[in-house]
């Protein structure tokens, strides 16, 4: 895997997580939202527990803590963002939920290019603040802002985590962390839906693949050897392929307004790779 380019390993992980995202959703009926997120998490924390098997009897207190914390902004950051996929499309709240990573990448720009590229994936996020969708209902955009929090603190404590733990073991702790934080809020209508539709278990493993197990441990290999800013602006694709989801999977048509949104984000993350590349070619 350290053969593959990090930008390119990051990119998989973003359409991977949102594949699995719309997947989930066609099965809220089913379970709610909560409860998809908790399958969602145990299923891939149990995966990833066996396949691992992380070693960790002699961590040290400061890697224990950096596990769970990144447990515990894994945990939010999917509690939150499926609480607003139920009210709002997929495409609207992962680009609300892009607020986290676009303002930890304002707090560590060191130049000026970048600053203007983050300015102009904000200007779509505000576009995006005063479409239909947002405006239909706040109780789903303001989980989709808690998310951001969530996923602000991810980014920062994923590189930590694998940075301080060798492999991907400190990442199936997160993993079971984030499990016990999702259960008292979700076990009982993610056990009543697979009680009444066994398959359910089958659905939810291929979703906890999709947007578990396989993007964290790509997103883990990826900010091992790129930096933090540049990662977090990557992640405004991340919109424009959750759109695109929503669309193909749950025919979540998007209004024109929203769509400028998304191609300013686009942009934006666009802007600021060839920026970084051209950076690096200078040095």
């Known amino acids: 895997m350290n053969r593959v380019p990090a930008p390119l390993l990051a990119l998989t992980a973003m359409v991977s997580v949102q594949i699995g995202a719309a997947v989930a959703k066609t099965r809220f009926d089913d379970v709610g939202s909560v409860g998809a997120a908790t399958l969602r998490l145990v299923i891939g924390a149990i995966i ?15 890697q224990w803590l950096a596990a769970v914390l990144l447990g515990l902004a894994l945990g939010g950051m999917n509690l939150f963002i499926y609480v607003a996929f139920a009210t709002i ?77 060798p ?63 540049v990662f977090g602006v990557l992640q405004s694709l991340g919109p424009a392929i959750a759109a695109l989801a929503g669309l193909v999977v749950l025919g979540e048509a998007l209004s024109a307004l929203e769509v400028v949104a998304l191609v300013c984000v686009t942009a934006a993350s666009a802007g600021v790779t060839l920026s970084s590349r051209r950076g690096a070619a200078a040095a």
């Not at 990833?48 to 400061?62: C, D, E, K, Y």
């Not at 493993?205 to 050897?225: D, F, K, T």
Request: proline share 5%; glycine share 10%.
């Open 48 to 62: 990833l527990a066996l396949v691992v098997r992380p070693r960790v009897r002699h961590w040290t207190r400061a």
């Open 89 to 165: 499309p997929i495409g609207v709240a992962v680009t609300i939920e892009f607020l986290g990573p676009l303002t930890l990448s304002l707090a560590h720009t060191r130049r000026w290019r970048d600053a203007v590229w983050a300015a102009l994936a904000l200007a779509g996020v505000v576009l995006l603040g005063v479409g239909p969708s947002a405006v239909g209902d706040v109780g789903g955009v303001l989980a989709a802002v808690l998310a951001a929090g969530c996923w602000a603190a991810y980014i920062v404590m994923n590189r930590r985590v694998g940075a301080a733990i």
């Open 167 to 229: 492999g991907i073991d400190g990442l199936a702790v997160s993993m079971l962390v984030a499990m016990v934080v999702a259960l008292p809020f979700g076990l009982r209508s993610a056990a009543a839906g697979v009680i009444a539709e066994p398959t359910l278990l089958v659905v939810f493993g291929v979703v906890a693949l999709l947007s578990s197990v396989l993007p964290y441990a790509l997103e883990m290999s990826a900010l091992r050897r790129m930096p933090t800013r």
